[in-house]
């Protein structure tokens, strides 16, 4: 059940409705609002609530309206919400703003390595994406390697360099935050905190994110097998702890054939479309392992209604630390930037 609170609400009606929510819920965890649409609301089970606690709760002063929901993810549903929500990435920082979910929207293309490997590497990258088109720059700065003796990242120093080529090109930065405790330090750094694959069910860093303090947009890659409903529910973690700021993106589920690095599930964009309002993004990069792969399913994913992409690029894809062979270079990116954008518009009947 999702419940709106009134706008002018007192100190006194709203410790009053907090009171009342945590007998229902037995203060299974903090009530947290957040703000959605110019309204604070907040989400509780619907099982918990029974005929006494329903009666009680629409008496408070404090509440505007309930809505019950059928689904157990409840402030990510589009019966909640049915406008999409539209994300502003950049807001707080030295570069240009981009905007993700609005309608007339053009598809949002997010480009880079796939990790920070060195001041000259990122800063070439960085400008060679930009002239391509792309409007995010993408990097990471700490890499979830497969095996210990791997590539790691380098870190602050990364977030560092990140930094210096978003004031260099004006692209605002995407990085992945891979523990809890170092939410804020990227946050400080970041345009929007990127939740991994393998951290796509680490509730206390998806509630870290949310809480972060900046309510910097989170983008959240579908689990390695994670189920849609499970997913949504990874996201609801974020909004509930206070951060409507969500990003969906689909970067391939496990499955038994090595020929692609993951199977890139495209139905799942427009069946999301139906289930959430959040913004949904496809990274063909990981899902199919293999860089020749990448333009088409870029303009797949496009014409299946994804809003934007996060594809890896590097100026020499073969000499990459991590993830070469899924890496294009900035000139098969200038061509798919190109391509999607006349999709979009040829979708939107313009052209
Ligand atoms: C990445 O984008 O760098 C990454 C590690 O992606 P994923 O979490 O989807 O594997
Ligand atoms: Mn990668």
Request: net charge negative; hydrophobic share 40%; charged share 20%.
């Amino acid at each position: 059940m999702i419940i709106t609170i009134r706008q002018d609400t007192n100190s006194e009606d709203r410790a009053q409705l907090m009171a009342l929510l945590c007998r229902i819920t037995g203060s299974q965890r903090p009530i947290t609002t957040t703000q959605m649409h110019e309204r604070e609301v907040i989400a509780i089970d619907s099982a918990l609530v029974d005929a006494q606690a329903q009666i009680a709760l629409q008496a408070q002063n404090a509440v505007e309206q309930t809505h019950s929901l059928t689904t157990p993810y409840q402030l990510a549903s589009r019966s909640f919400q049915s406008e999409n929500t539209s994300i502003t990435i950049g807001s707080t920082t030295d570069c240009t703003p981009v905007t993700i979910g609005a309608d007339s929207s053009q598809p949002v293309i997010m480009a880079g390595p796939c990790a920070v490997e060195s001041r000259d590497q990122l800063l070439t990258t960085a400008q060679a994406v930009k002239r391509a088109g792309a409007q995010v720059l993408r990097g990471g700065a700490f890499k979830p390697r497969t095996s210990p003796y791997q590539f790691q990242g380098l870190g602050i120093e990364g977030l560092h360099l990140l930094a210096e080529a978003r004031t260099l090109t004006g692209l605002p930065v995407i990085t992945e935050v891979m523990e809890p405790g170092m939410v804020e330090t990227v946050a400080q750094y970041a345009d929007v905190l990127q939740i991994g694959t393998r951290n796509a069910q680490n509730f206390p860093l998806l509630l870290a994110a949310g809480r972060n303090s900046k309510q910097l947009p989170v983008l959240l890659k579908r689990g390695l097998s994670s189920t849609i409903e499970e997913w949504l529910l990874a996201a609801e973690y974020v909004i509930a702890a206070g951060n409507p700021n969500v990003i969906l993106c689909e970067r391939g589920i496990r499955s038994y054939d090595p020929q692609t690095r993951n199977v890139l599930d495209l139905s799942c964009v427009p069946l999301l479309h139906q289930l959430t309002h959040l913004p949904i993004m496809v990274d063909p990069s990981h899902s199919t392992g293999r860089r020749e792969l990448v333009p088409i399913m870029s303009r797949a994913s496009i014409a299946a209604e994804a809003q934007g992409l996060i594809i890896e690029v590097h100026p020499d894809p073969n000499t990459a630390l991590c993830d070469g062979k899924q890496s294009i270079t900035p000139e098969q990116l200038e061509k798919i930037v190109h391509e999607t954008a006349m999709l979009a518009r040829m979708m939107r009947g313009e052209v």
